[in-house]
């Protein structure tokens, strides 16, 4: 028969424990700090997509407001975009945030003359870059589409 053997001495036990214990709260602590940092990353990312959308936004605003603004007796659709097409315009519209790059192109769908405004904004502070893209009936201002091209 075999005799079992007792460890009559546990002088140290504690210590192991702790140091286990110690370990175990370590690796938990690493892992949450991890995920907060890919969070907070997440966050700013879109933060400043956001910010990149608005700039974009701002320069679709500002152009469209000028081209049915009177320059003289017409406004800038007839001077530019009742001829022949294909006709563009491209500015750049710098803002406090960033600039939008802004393009104008006249459009032909069925019949019916369109002006695309496109418009990419990018943030000063970063690389964050945002396309936006607004259909504009000529004849009708008031019509509007917004498409993803």
């Known amino acids: 028969m075999?005799?079992?053997i007792y460890i009559k001495n546990?002088?140290?036990m504690v210590l192991v424990l702790t140091l286990i214990v110690l370990m175990v709260l370590m690796i938990i602590f690493g892992a949450v700090m991890t995920i907060r940092g890919g969070n907070i990353r997440q966050v700013k990312h879109q933060e400043n997509m956001?910010?990149?959308h608005y700039v974009a936004l701002s320069g679709i605003n500002i152009a469209s407001t000028a081209l049915f603004e009177a320059v003289g007796s017409e406004t800038l659709?007839?001077?530019y975009f009742k001829g022949s097409l294909p006709r563009e315009l491209q500015d750049t519209i710098t803002?406090?945030?960033?600039e939008a790059e802004v393009t104008l192109t006249a459009e032909d769908i069925s019949g019916v003359r369109w002006i695309r405004v496109k418009s990419i904004g990018t943030l000063s502070d970063?690389?964050?870059k945002r396309t936006l893209v607004l259909r504009i009936n000529a004849d009708i201002p008031a019509i509007q589409e917004w498409s993803n091209n």
């Open 126 to 128: 970063n690389s964050a």
């Open 50 to 52: 956001m910010r990149a």
């Open 95 to 98: 803002l406090p945030t960033g």
């Open 10 to 12: 546990e002088k140290g």
């Open 2 to 4: 075999k005799k079992k």
């Open 77 to 79: 659709v007839d001077q």
